[in-house]
């Protein structure tokens, strides 16, 4: 091969990998369906109390620290209005307790309350409050799990069991895999 052939391909083929690659990217967010939170598989833990019961309102978050070998998790604990995957349900209360750690690059979700509001910050209009990611514009649902419903996050929020004895709420272990992020 000339130069001047390499000159002229080299480019083309740089292009036309970077638009390949862009759509492969571009179906993988748009198309491929996300996976549900399901039954989680618990991995034993610290017993850390979170709350207790009656505490929060419903559609009110927590925010705690849950210890692990390497250091502390951020996690959120949540009251819904009604039973979720992984979450805990007393009487009419129910219960959910999330990592807060984004699962597609590992930023710091927030609980969003007013969707309205919402939907000018995220350009996302939903239905009830959720969970967001403010470096990509992620969205996680808590009444499905932590499932994902927008933007670039695929996997759900690892959740953390949550036990209740007397009037208080504990953590006492987190989903298994606990995958902080997706790794892509």
């Known amino acids: 091969m000339k130069r001047r052939d390499l000159v002229f391909y080299l480019p083309v083929a740089v292009a036309g990998g970077f638009f390949a690659w862009f759509g492969v990217r571009t179906y993988n967010l748009r198309f491929r369906p996300r996976p549900e939170a399901g039954t989680p598989t618990w991995k034993a833990g610290p017993r850390v ?3 207790r019961l009656g ?3 419903v559609w009110q978050a927590r925010p705690f620290l849950y210890p692990l070998p390497l250091g502390e998790l951020k996690a959120f604990l949540l009251r819904l209005p009604e039973p979720a995957p992984g979450g805990l349900s007393v009487g009419e209360e129910h219960y959910l307790a999330l990592s807060r750690i984004c699962t597609h690059q590992g930023c710091t979700v927030n609980f969003v309350p007013d969707p309205e509001a919402a939907s000018l910050l995220y350009n996302f209009r939903y239905e009830r409050p959720f969970l967001g990611c403010p470096c990509h ?5 808590p009444l ?3 499932k994902a419903v927008y933007g ?3 996997f759900p929020l690892p959740r953390l069991r949550l036990e209740a004895e007397g009037e208080t709420l ?3 272990g987190h989903e298994v ?3 902080p992020m997706e790794g892509g």
């Open 177 to 179: 895999p606990l995958r």
């Open 55 to 57: 505490e929060l309102g």
């Open 49 to 51: 109390a979170v709350a």
């Open 170 to 172: 504990y953590a006492t």
């Open 152 to 154: 670039p996050p695929r």
């Open 137 to 141: 514009f992620g969205a996680f649902d």
């Open 144 to 146: 499905l799990g932590g």
